[in-house]
């Protein structure tokens, strides 16, 4: 069995994977380019996702499975994987500790305005009196309940917050204190001093956020989107800034990615711009290649079930 | 019964104050020169504590209690307080939540690179390649632990931290994993990610860091001081960072405030400085003059037992 890499696995893991599996061959390359000269012997590829082309699946014709360590699948070729029924797992769920560091970090940095506090240190300007705000008590709307919600949904618990979780089905879903279905968005906006969108990008989410969605928020909420760019024109957040329905906006996804440097967004003075950084961390890797090595038992064993296969129809 | 603020107190709080309590006459001043017109009849004092001169207590025959809307004491008249008997009751508590939001709040800013991608934004640049790291799964000693310390420490267990405790006494506190005593706090400093100060300025606790306390610490450690400045000496400090025996520090508390304009923590590229400001929250005189309605209670009836009565033996 051959397993290909098309990107640098920390040297570590690559050591405990040819260990512990002598059945397999691991051919670690660190890109697609250096890759393709072993695509036609090929029965698992391991990938970011954001690589793999047509081409490359009719490449591998022994292709069983790909392994996407990451959780976006929306460059990944859909039809050519289907028509073939090669599995798919990703990383989804490994994110959800960055992410829910993420989101607890930058709300906290916006309420106690640190970007303020930042250009007074750097002016040397002691500001005292600075009017600062608290996390502690808000009601937050996670929209998309999922692992990485549910995760942000346990720490806010923490701070006394009022959670409410949003997802397609609406049932009840851990450390939501209230639980509703994307199609009843709209009845709990109105509630929330902070909406954190972790929406995959899907049919159904595209454009989900509204002028009118944005004219029902508080108007010192504040918009936190972590999940994918496209949950919101950028034209519709802008002007829902300008006209003040919501207070500020927490962005580290874009419609386009990387932000253009000419983007408004950069310079507003109430948005705050992340370069998609939300799920980085230094256990990335380890916690993906957790999962794979579960799923690697079960392919090789015939034995178990397999974490996070990835369902084209319900699109994550 | 006359009670003299020195202070400016929310509109909201001296109407309920007024409306609550016929039998007391406040008198609203906003601040001590304003007061002085009625020092001499005064029964009760309500201040942040930074303007009582012993003059002020001489003026004042008739004084039984001082309610000072602060924890810190340093600046109170301790002789002529303790001689005359009058009972002096502190907000001590009332700082547990914003200041448990700023370590956290501070913490994730440091590990996830804020201040870097803050620079990154006005410069329109997609930094995505930014190591980030993560709190959860930290050690966290946390030197004070009082109500404070016990509130960041809950916080801390939400971020799956292992939690070291320091008291006086060292008795089991909530929150904590490991419980030590002050004069043993040697023995914990090398375990610790993050070291937290939270200590009030006393006998005891004056210089308690010392340089073999600094090269004891991991080299990674970040120390955080929102107790009192005095803990340690800005130029022990300063060696510490400057050779690398620990990698970061967030101080909001400065052995002189406000921190000169000169000093050197102010541009040092692994320090941030705030104004003492971790305690600043909207709902700080809410919280405040909930302690002060309950004692003031308590006065009244003589029934029941004060919250916050200050021990100058203990010293807080």
């Not at 049919?203 to 009118?212: A, G, I, P, W």
Request: glycine share 6%; with cysteine; hydrophobic share 40%.
């Amino acid at each position: 069995m051959l397993a290909v890499t098309t990107c640098k696995v920390q040297s570590r893991i690559q050591a405990e994977l040819v260990e512990k599996y002598p059945m397999v061959t691991f051919q670690f390359c660190e890109s697609m380019e250096e890759a393709e000269a072993y695509l036609s012997r090929a029965d698992l590829f391991i990938t970011y996702g954001e690589d793999v082309t047509p081409e490359h699946i009719k490449a591998a014709p022994l292709l069983k499975w790909i392994m996407v360590l990451s959780a976006g699948m929306d460059k990944m070729p859909f039809k050519e994987i289907e028509a073939r029924k090669i599995m798919v797992t990703n990383a989804r769920g490994i994110h959800a500790i960055p992410m829910a560091e993420y989101a607890i970090g930058m709300l906290l940095q916006t309420y106690r305005e640190s970007k303020t506090i930042i250009e007074y240190e750097k002016a040397h300007k002691w500001g005292k009196s600075l009017r600062m705000n608290e996390l502690t008590g808000r009601t937050m709307l996670i929209v998309g309940a999922g692992a990485i919600g549910q995760e942000l949904g346990r720490l806010a618990k923490a701070f006394r917050i009022k959670t409410i979780g949003i997802s397609r089905s609406g049932t009840k879903k851990e450390y939501m204190d209230v639980n509703g279905r994307v199609d009843d968005l709209d009845e709990y906006l109105s509630e929330a001093d902070i909406v954190v969108s972790i929406l995959p990008s899907t049919k159904e989410t595209r454009y989900l956020f509204t002028e009118s969605s944005f004219k029902k928020m508080k108007d010192d909420a504040i918009f936190l989107n972590m999940g994918r760019g496209d949950v919101v024109q950028d034209t519709v957040l802008m002007d829902a800034l300008h006209q003040r329905q919501i207070a500020y906006a927490i962005l580290d996804v874009f419609e386009q990615e990387p932000l253009p440097a000419a983007h408004p967004f950069w310079s507003m003075e109430r948005v705050t711009v992340t370069p998609h950084h939300s799920g980085v961390s230094p256990q990335y890797q380890p916690r993906a290649f957790e999962i794979f090595k579960h799923n690697l038992d079960v392919f090789l064993n015939e034995e178990g079930d397999y974490q996070n296969v990835y369902d084209w129809n319900r699109g994550y």
